[in-house]
């Protein structure tokens, strides 16, 4: 049985603010923390770079610089929520046990025009963010 939860990206916002000892991790490429935006306080940890798309071999020792404990509230983001669902399951099978995939992710799913961002995500619901 798994540990990881599934929350909204106003879930998760209010466990961020009601938490201290919560974070935000955030799992996307260099370029779309950096261009496209990210909530403020996100750490960015990469998951998977191009062109291979593979999980990063130093992953897991990334986020342990910034969870030390295993016990630490992990709230996991992407673009949409597939990525940090992979990356909740790495950390899950490292030994960690609160961890929470945001749904939706920072864009969302495409909508009907194929545009991301109109129906779901961390901006969508007007939560805080910046670009770099």
Same mark, same amino acid.
């Given at each position: 049985?798994? @540990? +990881?939860?599934? /929350? #909204?990206?106003?879930?998760?916002?209010? &466990? &961020?603010?009601?938490?201290? =000892?919560? /974070?935000?991790?955030?799992?996307? %490429? &260099? /370029?779309?923390?950096?261009?496209?935006?990210?909530? +403020?306080?996100?750490?960015?940890? *990469?998951?998977?770079?191009?062109? @291979?798309?593979?999980?990063?071999?130093?992953?897991?020792? $990334? +986020?342990? =610089?910034?969870? *030390?404990?295993? %016990? %630490? *509230? +992990?709230?996991?983001?992407?673009?949409?929520?597939?990525?940090?669902?992979?990356?909740?399951? &790495?950390?899950?099978?490292?030994?960690?046990?609160?961890?929470?995939?945001?749904?939706?992710?920072?864009?969302?799913?495409?909508?009907? $025009?194929?545009?991301?961002? $109109? /129906?779901?995500?961390?901006?969508?619901? @007007?939560?805080?963010? =910046? =670009? #770099?």
């Amino acid at each position: 049985m798994s @540990n +990881i939860k599934s /929350i #909204s990206p106003p879930e998760a916002h209010e &466990l &961020l603010s009601s938490d201290s =000892q919560a /974070i935000l991790i955030d799992t996307r %490429t &260099l /370029i779309e923390y950096s261009f496209v935006g990210h909530p +403020i306080g996100a750490i960015h940890v *990469p998951l998977k770079r191009p062109p @291979n798309w593979e999980a990063l071999p130093d992953f897991i020792k $990334n +986020i342990a =610089q910034h969870a *030390p404990s295993k %016990t %630490t *509230p +992990i709230v996991l983001m992407c673009r949409s929520g597939a990525r940090s669902m992979d990356a909740a399951k &790495l950390l899950e099978a490292a030994g960690y046990h609160s961890l929470f995939n945001m749904d939706e992710g920072f864009e969302g799913d495409k909508d009907d $025009n194929k545009h991301r961002g $109109n /129906i779901g995500g961390w901006r969508f619901h @007007n939560l805080p963010w =910046q =670009q #770099s």
